[in-house]
């Protein structure tokens, strides 16, 4: 038997729940798929920047997020192994709150607006049909169809699902693939501050959230530690003998059972792909380094700049080409700077040497260092 919706969304991230919400808003028939069941434990800094929270107000859903209790945000500590931390203002508030909580709050809020949630569920290709696309789905074994008029890609930064036989992962290219590693922690008592700490071979953030708890996420070249024990705590705690200052700063925390998980590879400088055969969304799209702390703020855009676009292309007012035309040059207008100079930064922030220079620079002229962390962000006048 053939399923039949009006659009299908691949991948119930921050992403694809936003976009499917927003579909389903407008009266569309929604599908959203996901290979994971949830909640589920996530890699990611888990800090929702100031520009995450006014994306989520925008999109009516700050009130749901802030019902998870998240622990408020106020400043950035960045920290070398030597010489004093640099603390930076953040530019609003922001807040720390797990992905295993936040994904399945936008779940809740994409399910009461009708949305038809299928967890557990891997899009293994999508071709194109007469009346649109034909999806084929994998869940528990069982093999299902589905024919949509529209199918939106937001299935992060891993791999798009094979379009018409073609393998979509290979389009994207890569260099130094990275490895990502996350673990909650108790026991570390942080205040309303993120601190990120660099060493050899990569960088570490610690985060609070919801109930008193530190997220740590750590992202690390490959490369640079193949004598580490492979366990996701056995990696942290090659990174942590890495620099003193974190190794004292964890000495009396306690990793919470069951949260710890890793993500490869991270490809940090894959190219930006708005369309490939149908719009990307999110990590899909393009990556910004994990250092900026916005991901989730692109993601959030990304949706919000496609959802009226696909109601127009569904409702016949516009072509495919003239959506996928007008989502590419959105993408490339709100992201090319955010993207250019995240970049550079995670460039500056991981070579030798170079950052203590930064540091003191910046302490010498700290006009200049928020420029510049302001240049990683998305200007929320334009949107
Ligand atoms: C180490 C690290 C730290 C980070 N820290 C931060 C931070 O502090 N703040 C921030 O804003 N951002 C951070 N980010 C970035 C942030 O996590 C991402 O930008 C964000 O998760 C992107 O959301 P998304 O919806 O595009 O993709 P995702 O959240 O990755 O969701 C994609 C979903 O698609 C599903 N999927 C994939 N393929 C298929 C398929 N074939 N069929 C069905 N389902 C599929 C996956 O299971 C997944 O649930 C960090 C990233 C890393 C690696």
Not at 40 to 65: D, I, Q, W
Not at 146 to 165: E, K, M
Not at 200 to 226: H, M, Q, T, W
Request: hydrophobic content about 40%.
């Amino acid at each position: 038997m053939t399923h039949s919706y009006d659009v299908a969304v691949i991948g119930a991230g921050i992403a694809g729940s936003v976009m499917a919400k927003s579909l389903a808003d407008h009266g569309w028939n929604t599908v959203l798929f996901d290979r994971k069941a949830f909640p589920r434990h996530k890699v990611c800094g888990e800090f929702l920047s100031p520009e995450s929270l006014t994306m989520l107000k925008k999109l009516g859903l700050r009130e749901a997020v802030a019902s998870l209790k998240p622990c408020t945000i106020l400043r950035t500590s960045l920290i070398l192994s030597r010489g004093k931390p640099l603390q930076i203002t953040l530019p609003g508030t922001a807040w720390g709150v797990s992905r295993f909580q936040l994904d399945a709050v936008l779940h809740h809020a994409a399910l009461r607006s009708g949305v038809q949630v299928q967890t557990e569920t891997t899009v293994t290709s999508v071709k194109p049909s007469e009346q649109g696309y034909l999806i084929e789905t994998k869940q528990h074994g069982d093999v299902h169809a589905y024919q949509v008029r529209a199918v939106i890609a937001a299935c992060g930064g891993t791999g798009l699902p094979p379009f018409h036989n073609q393998h979509t992962s290979d389009v994207r290219s890569t260099q130094a693939a990275h490895l990502g590693v996350k673990s909650h922690y108790e026991g570390v008592d942080m205040g309303g501050v993120v601190e990120l700490y660099f060493f050899e071979g990569g960088y570490l953030g610690l985060s609070p959230i919801e109930d008193g708890r530190v997220n740590l996420a750590a992202l690390l070249e490959r490369g640079k530690f193949p004598h580490a024990e492979k366990s996701i705590l056995g990696l942290i705690e090659a990174a942590c003998a890495r620099h003193g200052k974190l190794s004292e700063r964890l000495s009396t925390a306690q990793p919470v059972p069951g949260t710890q998980v890793a993500v490869a590879p991270v490809k940090l400088t894959r190219k930006p792909m708005a369309w490939y055969e149908m719009p990307c969304l999110g990590d899909a799209a393009m990556m910004l380094p994990p250092l900026c702390g916005d991901g989730m703020s692109m993601a959030l855009r990304s949706a919000a700049l496609c959802a009226p676009l696909a109601s127009r292309y569904l409702k016949g007012d516009i072509t495919l080409v003239e959506w996928e035309q007008a989502y590419t040059q959105a993408i490339h207008r709100e992201f090319k700077g955010p993207l250019m100079w995240g970049h550079l930064l995670q460039g500056m922030l991981t070579v030798p040497y170079l950052p203590r220079m930064m540091f003191a620079a910046a302490r010498y002229t700290p006009r200049l260092a928020d420029k510049f962390v302001r240049a990683t962000r998305l200007n929320e006048a334009e949107f």
